[in-house]
């Protein structure tokens, strides 16, 4: 399937990526295929997270993930073309749409995102792998502030939220099997919240952000 994971800056949704980067990297170390693609839209790719949160600082580990550096979209395109010939356990895309919107206008830009997501969508369901991709929040700030309830004590606690839209959403959305969004809760506590938003679900998750990786927390 194709995992949309989107949110606001300081999400953590590059660091979930790393995450399932490294702790894939680590179950196939001893496999002699590649276990990730890794591709990397802003420059956000960090050799030594992946290693800090795959295997205690052992550098070898990143051998088995291949990083793609898409410098412009037609890059982006370009990279999952070889795709079936790496044969990945995971590919990554941090910053799906980005290149995109810098490199096209208007209604170019949706229908080469919408065809980059078909081949994707292509290449989850014949090659059997797994597509995670990440995508930005258009915001803007609303002086709104939102509460959630504590499951444990059962009372209202404000966080501040920025209200936006997925930057191209509609068209990302028609793709995408699942759709993840990432909030900000408490960024002083670091604590942060996951929201199934593709299939709909009205659960969801509270997370941080460790040496190890994104970390599921208790309720708060």
């Not at 919107?101 to 995102?113: E, Y």
């Not at 059962?154 to 939220?161: G, L, M, S, T, V």
């Not at 969004?181 to 002083?188: F, N, P």
């Not at 506590?189 to 709909?200: D, E, G, I, N, T």
Request: proline share 3%.
């Amino acid at each position: 399937m194709v995992t949309d994971i989107y949110g606001e800056g300081g999400s953590g949704k590059t660091q979930l990526c790393f995450t399932l980067c490294g702790r894939n990297a680590k179950l196939f170390e001893n496999n002699d295929d590649i276990a990730v693609v890794f591709v990397d839209t802003s420059g956000t790719f960090r050799p030594e997270r992946i290693t800090e949160i795959a295997a205690e600082g052992r550098e070898e580990i990143l051998d088995k993930i291949l990083v793609v550096r898409a410098l412009s979209a037609a890059d982006q395109v370009r990279s999952i073309e070889k795709i079936a010939d790496i044969n990945p356990r995971l590919l990554i895309i941090d910053g799906v749409a980005s290149l995109f919107t810098v490199d096209l206008h208007g209604i170019a830009r949706h229908l080469a995102l919408m065809n980059h997501l078909h081949n994707l969508s292509l290449a989850a369901i014949n090659l059997g792998c797994p597509v995670v991709v990440t995508n930005m929040i258009r915001s803007f700030m609303n002086n709104t502030v939102q509460k959630y309830v504590s499951r444990r004590n059962h009372e209202e606690k404000p966080f501040q939220h920025d209200f936006g839209r997925e930057l191209m959403g509609g068209s990302v959305s028609i793709y995408a099997h699942m759709k993840l969004m990432l909030q900000i809760v408490q960024s002083d506590k670091h604590l942060f919240r996951a929201v199934l938003k593709q299939p709909r679900n009205i659960n969801h998750a509270y997370y941080t952000i460790t040496r190890a990786g994104v970390s599921d927390v208790p309720w708060p």
